[in-house]
């Protein structure tokens, strides 16, 4: 086991795996921005370092900084959170060169699932169901409507290095192709520094369920069962759910099992999401993600299973703790992501916090590295906190979900809290009746 961990993040993803750390008798150490000095994990940490300025390429995405961080405190692995460095291959590499343990899959595994295009590719070789599309980059617009007319409009175009919604556009018609594969293109190279792009089939009421799975790195491979984020907004994830209303047990199983055996098969090692467009009773891949997931604590609710604790486990070397027999699931979970935002323009509201109380009772957390005085830095991404709820069934979660908004407070900034109370009392949502379109449409009837 490791003896000394150091955190390459910020907030409360960086509060939740140094917890993690503490609890299995880790050493931590934090870095940290100039404008993160009081921030909650540079406060409870055993070890903290400053690595630059405020902007993020000056400090959470300087690679060196990080890796004179892990030499200058003894670090003998890193775990980079979500974000920022979480998926940078080249800093997994550095890493392992430098004798550092990367808490997360190799290099090239990374490579591989970051590029869309490869990632599909691997998804088909390894027994996943995909998207109709394009093979492979398209190169010119002649190409682009040979492939639209064989997969049939609506077709979406997408970046092959994207992600976020950037780079990607739909096409309703031929006539739109156009000017959504030059606009696709311009948006992509602009945001990734990469213009290329491929086309899939555009599905017109799909729900988004993603597969947590794991892998020991040495050909063994298990999943914890699906959660339904399908309630998003410009494609960000606003609020996600475990088990899916969609699914069925028959469905869950059918879908784990292809993915854990995927995970088997490809060698993989650590945390791990492959993430689906779903219709129609039929999964189609879009992407896998190499990191620990946001919405993971929803996981974590209703198998009682601590994904960092494995995470770090298998990075050590020990493997995977459980079997998949071992996994039961139990009861519902929902997450909603406490953004510091305005709830009706989700323009950023950062500031000072001038109160700040949190919900607690039977099947209550927070996830939050914010607290009463706190400066909300206007340099990062909105989350301020997630709160997980969790119940015997959905009905339960949905009583306790309301209560816990109702009990939760934020002063001195806007939330996205508001939102989230209007959610829980729509028929829509008790129903769980909602596509990945929905949360967009119910917004611009409030307007």
Same mark, same amino acid.
């Given at each position: 086991?490791?003896?000394?961990?150091?955190?390459?993040?910020?907030?409360?993803?960086?509060?939740?795996?140094?917890?993690?750390?503490?609890?299995?008798?880790?050493?931590?150490?934090?870095?940290?921005?100039?404008?993160?000095?009081?921030?909650?994990?540079?406060?409870?940490?055993?070890?903290?370092?400053?690595?630059?300025?405020?902007?993020?390429?000056?400090?959470?995405?300087?690679?060196?900084?990080?890796?004179?961080?892990?030499?200058?405190?003894?670090?003998?692995?890193?775990?980079?959170?979500?974000?920022?460095?979480?998926?940078?291959?080249?800093?997994?590499?550095?890493?392992?060169?430098?004798?550092?343990?990367?808490?997360?899959?190799?290099?090239?595994?990374?490579?591989?699932?970051?590029?869309?295009?490869?990632?599909?590719?691997?998804?088909?070789?390894?027994?996943?169901?995909?998207?109709?599309? +394009?093979?492979?980059? /398209?190169?010119?617009?002649?190409?682009?409507?040979?492939?639209?007319?064989?997969?049939?409009?609506?077709?979406?175009?997408?970046?092959?290095?994207?992600?976020?919604?950037?780079?990607?556009?739909?096409?309703?018609?031929?006539?739109?192709?156009?000017?959504?594969?030059?606009? @696709?293109?311009?948006?992509?190279?602009?945001?990734?520094?990469?213009?290329?792009?491929?086309?899939?089939?555009?599905?017109?009421?799909?729900?988004?369920?993603?597969?947590?799975?794991?892998?020991?790195?040495?050909?063994?491979?298990?999943?914890?069962?699906?959660?339904?984020?399908?309630?998003?907004?410009?494609?960000?994830?606003?609020?996600?759910?475990?088990?899916?209303?969609?699914?069925?047990?028959?469905?869950?199983?059918?879908?784990?099992?292809?993915?854990?055996?995927?995970? @088997?098969?490809?060698?993989?090692?650590?945390?791990?999401?492959?993430?689906?467009?779903?219709?129609?009773?039929?999964?189609?891949?879009?992407?896998?993600?190499?990191?620990?997931? /946001?919405?993971?604590?929803?996981?974590?609710?209703?198998?009682?299973? *601590?994904?960092?604790?494995?995470?770090?486990?298998?990075?050590?070397?020990?493997?995977?703790?459980?079997?998949?027999?071992?996994?039961?699931?139990?009861?519902?979970?929902?997450?909603?992501?406490?953004?510091?935002?305005?709830?009706?323009?989700?323009?950023?509201?950062?500031?000072?916090?001038?109160?700040?109380?949190?919900?607690?009772?039977?099947?209550?957390?927070? *996830? +939050?590295?914010?607290?009463?005085?706190?400066?909300?830095?206007?340099?990062?991404? +909105?989350?301020?906190?997630?709160?997980?709820?969790?119940?015997?069934?959905?009905?339960?979660?949905?009583?306790?979900?309301?209560?816990?908004?109702?009990?939760?407070?934020?002063?001195?900034?806007?939330?996205?809290?508001?939102?989230?109370?209007?959610?829980?009392?729509?028929?829509?949502?008790?129903?769980?009746?909602?596509?990945?379109?929905?949360?967009?449409?119910?917004?611009?009837?409030?307007?």
């Amino acid at each position: 086991m490791f003896q000394k961990i150091l955190i390459a993040n910020r907030g409360e993803i960086a509060l939740r795996v140094l917890r993690a750390c503490k609890e299995l008798g880790i050493q931590t150490v934090v870095v940290h921005s100039t404008a993160d000095a009081d921030a909650m994990h540079v406060r409870l940490a055993d070890e903290s370092v400053c690595i630059g300025p405020p902007p993020s390429r000056d400090s959470y995405l300087n690679i060196h900084q990080i890796v004179a961080a892990c030499e200058i405190t003894g670090a003998d692995a890193v775990h980079p959170g979500y974000g920022f460095l979480s998926e940078n291959a080249k800093f997994a590499d550095i890493l392992v060169a430098h004798n550092i343990t990367f808490i997360g899959p190799s290099g090239d595994h990374i490579r591989i699932m970051g590029d869309k295009i490869e990632a599909k590719r691997t998804a088909k070789r390894l027994g996943i169901p995909v998207v109709p599309g +394009s093979d492979g980059a /398209v190169t010119d617009e002649k190409e682009a409507k040979r492939i639209a007319a064989e997969i049939g409009y609506p077709v979406i175009i997408k970046a092959s290095a994207g992600g976020g919604g950037r780079g990607m556009k739909v096409a309703l018609t031929e006539a739109d192709l156009e000017i959504a594969l030059q606009t @696709a293109r311009s948006e992509a190279g602009a945001a990734f520094g990469d213009d290329a792009v491929y086309i899939e089939k555009y599905l017109q009421k799909p729900r988004h369920i993603e597969v947590q799975v794991f892998g020991d790195g040495f050909g063994r491979g298990v999943h914890f069962g699906e959660r339904d984020c399908s309630l998003q907004r410009r494609h960000q994830k606003v609020w996600e759910e475990a088990n899916s209303p969609a699914l069925n047990a028959e469905e869950r199983s059918r879908i784990g099992g292809i993915c854990a055996k995927a995970i @088997a098969d490809l060698g993989y090692s650590g945390a791990g999401t492959i993430e689906f467009l779903y219709e129609n009773g039929e999964f189609y891949f879009i992407e896998m993600n190499t990191r620990l997931q /946001v919405e993971h604590p929803v996981t974590e609710a209703i198998t009682g299973i *601590d994904l960092v604790h494995e995470q770090i486990r298998v990075a050590s070397g020990g493997g995977l703790s459980v079997r998949q027999e071992d996994i039961k699931f139990n009861g519902h979970a929902i997450e909603c992501r406490i953004n510091a935002e305005d709830p009706r323009t989700f323009t950023p509201s950062p500031g000072t916090i001038t109160h700040f109380h949190t919900p607690g009772g039977l099947g209550i957390r927070v *996830d +939050s590295g914010v607290y009463s005085g706190y400066k909300i830095p206007p340099y990062y991404d +909105s989350l301020i906190g997630k709160l997980i709820v969790h119940g015997r069934n959905r009905v339960e979660c949905m009583m306790r979900l309301r209560r816990a908004l109702d009990e939760f407070v934020v002063d001195g900034i806007k939330t996205t809290l508001p939102l989230f109370r209007d959610l829980v009392g729509n028929a829509d949502i008790a129903n769980g009746d909602y596509d990945i379109h929905w949360l967009e449409k119910y917004l611009a009837k409030e307007e």
